[in-house]
């Protein structure tokens, strides 16, 4: 039962980073107001929190109730699934900082960096790889 409530808070906090990515892509443009970017802001703490919700269940699964964690240390496409996780959380500090800076600003208007959009649509794409290499090593896929 503790690997089914695990597997759980793991899915949990997986749908919470995909609807926080999505939501924080639709809220972004160009400028902003001091209220859109406390918001986004917000979103974004949400966003963290899902990360480390995935991140923890996902250590549980590997090294206390999943699989041996042998299964998951001699697949390739395991290690390229928490590659592009890492490189997902790497990509998001800089729009993390952006919104921390900027969220107590008094400025009617605030101008958005043309890369912010971009880092967002590349760690959606990223994210959208992330259960298919999940359901590849769930089957077997990869091992050495």
Known sequence: MVEIIVRYVH?????GLGAT???????????????QIKKIARIDAVYGISALVTLTAGLLLWFVVGKP?????????????I???ILIVILSIYPTIFF?????SNLSKISV???IPIIL?????????LPLLALMVARGY???
């Open 121 to 129: 649509r590349v760690e959606l794409t990223l994210f959208l790889l």
């Open 83 to 85: 590659s592009i996780f």
């Open 69 to 81: 964690a042998d299964y998951y240390l001699k697949n390739w496409i395991f290690h390229t699934k």
């Open 100 to 104: 921390i800076k900027n969220r107590k």
């Open 142 to 144: 990869g091992s050495f």
């Open 113 to 115: 960096s043309k890369a």
């Open 11 to 15: 899915f949990i906090g997986i749908i």
């Open 21 to 35: 990515l999505v939501v924080e892509h639709l809220l972004i443009s160009s400028e902003l107001t001091a209220q």
